[in-house]
């Protein structure tokens, strides 16, 4: 330990960190806080830093590694008494020390501000902590190989643009990055221990490389580029997230609604108890589910010719912890038992009758307790849509609520008589 701080002390690399962990502390907490207090998506939260980290890395392990070529000095090296192996390794490890301590003071802060509120899932905070470790470890792996194969000044704006292309162009769709941490979603620790596994062994074969690289074909060389190839493989084919299995025991609210949630989530029961206070106020003739579950926990099995399939489904979400997303959600699944697929669905768009989509839209703005959702929409509706819309939120904002239920109760009576018996 004391060689590696004495190279953070040489390459001066020391005063990265702090700047580092105050990066690494701002985009944590001020890209979004609905992650404090459930475990997946804090740990999804703290290693998204990593993916901008690993920029930063990628270009500084680069310019390090190149260094000894720069000032051409790997003929004395080559005639020191330790092995050029041991010498790289402590280089390497200063490097890892840098961008792995400010890394892990957002993963900390991460962990302290979520377990105040005790919630079931811990494992899976730590599998998304170490998996964001990994990808900023690659990063640095990235730009050191860049830095020795290219050893020119030049070689740390390749390393960056490369990690930026790969990273943010494939991260996500690859696996090597995570915008969430859904509770839907589980881990794989198999997955994990196969990307760490071919990570260190691409890190390792980074330790071996000559100190001098010709353009001839070297050993070393070669392995280092196969173990890369490796590592690419092994995260691409093998995801680290996938659904999980519907638990065999329900957890439950109580109310006129029953929602059924992941553990996880318990954070957003009072929210739910909210929602579903409002919902048990609507008028009679808007039909109220029994019981709610979240996404994920329903499976629904649908007939394809000969098979059957099983989907998963739900009756709500709540994306980032957004009431709108549990109102938009339950909105939706209230007025699918309310006008059901029975109804003449063709015969009121062949007469412009946008008032099942216009009551939608009321009952969202209800379940939310009135206001502006905190979404858009994208353009592809027909006009007929958003008019009714605009006109629903046009109710709610100024009238009061008994005439709100009144013109609700009187507009799904009329829509139910017309195309639904």
């Avoid at 029961?269 to 709610?292: I, N, Q, T, Y």
Wanted: net charge positive.
């Amino acid at each position: 330990m004391r060689l590696i701080a004495r190279h953070i002390r040489f390459n001066g690399l020391q005063w990265w960190i702090l700047p580092l962990a105050v990066a690494d502390l701002a985009i944590l907490f001020l890209r979004t806080r609905y992650w404090i207090g459930i475990w997946p998506e804090a740990g999804a939260a703290a290693q998204v830093p990593a993916l901008i980290l690993g920029v930063a890395a990628s270009g500084l392990a680069a310019w390090i590694s190149g260094s000894r070529a720069r000032h051409r000095v790997e003929e004395q090296l080559a005639a020191a008494p330790r092995r050029p192996a041991l010498l790289e390794f402590y280089r390497f490890s200063a490097v890892l020390f840098t961008f792995t301590v400010p890394y892990a003071c957002g993963v900390i802060a991460a962990w302290a501000f979520t377990v105040v509120h005790n919630p079931p899932g811990m494992a899976m905070f730590f599998a998304y902590a170490l998996a964001g470790a990994i990808a900023l470890w690659l990063a640095c792996g990235f730009g050191w190989l860049v830095g020795r194969v290219l050893a020119g000044r030049f070689a740390t704006v390749i390393a960056i643009l490369g990690w930026v292309i790969v990273g943010f162009n494939f991260g996500p769709s690859i696996g090597l990055s995570f915008v969430s941490g859904h509770a839907y979603m589980d881990v794989s620790f198999a997955s994990l221990a196969l990307r760490w596994t071919a990570g260190i062994l691409f890190l390792g074969s980074l330790l071996f490389l000559p100190l001098s690289i010709r353009r001839k074909l070297q050993i070393p060389v070669l392995a280092s580029l196969m173990t890369t190839v490796l590592a690419a493989v092994v995260i691409a084919n093998n995801p680290m997230v996938h659904e999980r299995e519907v638990p065999k025991k329900e957890t439950c609210t109580t109310g006129s609604i029953e929602f059924c949630y992941w553990p996880e989530e318990a954070k957003y029961v009072p929210m739910m108890r909210e929602v579903g206070l409002r919902a048990s106020k609507l008028p009679a003739v808007f039909k109220l589910p029994e019981r709610a579950h979240e996404y994920g926990l329903k499976v629904d099995r649908i007939r394809i010719g000969s098979k059957v399939v099983e989907q998963t489904t739900g009756d709500f979400s709540i994306l980032e912890g957004n009431k709108w997303s549990l109102a938009s959600s339950l909105a939706s699944t209230i007025s699918q038992k309310t006008f059901t697929s029975e109804c003449d669905w063709s015969a009121a768009e062949a007469n412009n009758d946008y008032t099942a989509d216009k009551l939608q839209h009321w009952v969202e703005i209800t379940l939310a307790g009135g206001g502006t959702p905190e979404y858009r929409l994208g353009n592809g509706g027909a006009p007929g849509f958003y008019a009714a819309r605009q006109q629903a939120a046009e109710i709610a904002k100024h009238n009061t609520r008994s005439a709100q239920y009144a013109w609700a109760a009187k507009s799904a009576e009329k829509f139910d008589e017309r195309y639904c018996r």
